[in-house]
């Protein structure tokens, strides 16, 4: 169909619009990221540790991506008091990330400092947790020092988040046997069994 215009300022101009070839990471910062991954898996604490130092000397804006992982080499030297000096600074840079605070919590429990663990996990809107990982690892870890109040009280809620987590129904059925309510731990028992 033909129209007819009647004038050419009603037309829009074309707009041109240059593309930028997107650029990765640096070389050296993803070269250090691999090493230090690598050595974290073989276990290799210092090496990863040093890796990861390199990689915030490179970018220190990585700090709450990088901060967990040098604690991770804390903890797997049997320093947690390194670690949470860690995990503290990233919960202070990411205060919403729960899973720091599950770290820093279980780092605390392997110290031996339970009331910093239950510190730690204190800050933890259970809303916002989506996995009943955290909350069976943090009890599992009250469980082996015989905290059972607090063992019940986690595998409950890794309950709440998965209803059908046997483990968890197996082992707070234990710690009811162990404080002598016996019709709470048939009640779990009964559940492992479905």
């Known amino acids: 169909v033909p129209v007819s215009m009647e004038s050419q ?11 930028d070839k997107l650029t990765g990471p ?8 691999k090493a230090g991954d690598e050595a974290l898996a073989a276990s290799n604490w210092a090496i990863a540790r040093e890796n990861y130092e390199k990689m915030l000397t490179i970018q220190p804006e990585l700090g709450p991506q990088v901060y ?10 049997k320093n947690p008091a390194k670690a949470i000096e860690f995990l503290d600074k990233s919960m202070a ?4 990330r ?10 605390a429990m392997d110290a031996g400092l339970a009331p910093k663990a239950l510190e730690y996990l204190a800050g933890i809107d259970d809303a916002t ?3 009943s990982d ?32 046997g483990d968890a129904h197996y082992w707070r059925g234990m710690c009811y046997v162990r404080e ?10 009964q559940k492992v069994l479905e």
């Open 9 to 19: 300022e009603i037309r829009q101009p074309p707009v041109n619009i240059t593309l």
């Open 26 to 33: 640096p070389p050296e910062l993803v070269a250090a990221m």
């Open 68 to 77: 967990p992982r040098i604690a991770r080499t804390y903890v797997g030297e």
């Open 93 to 96: 840079a990411d205060p919403s």
């Open 98 to 107: 729960v899973e720091f605070r599950f770290a820093a919590a279980q780092a």
């Open 129 to 131: 947790v989506k996995s």
């Open 134 to 165: 955290g909350y069976f690892n943090i009890a599992v870890s009250f469980l082996k020092v015989s905290d059972l109040p607090n063992a019940i009280a986690y595998f409950s809620k890794a309950i709440a988040k998965d209803a059908k987590l």
């Open 180 to 189: 002598n309510k016996l019709s709470d731990a048939k009640a779990d028992m």
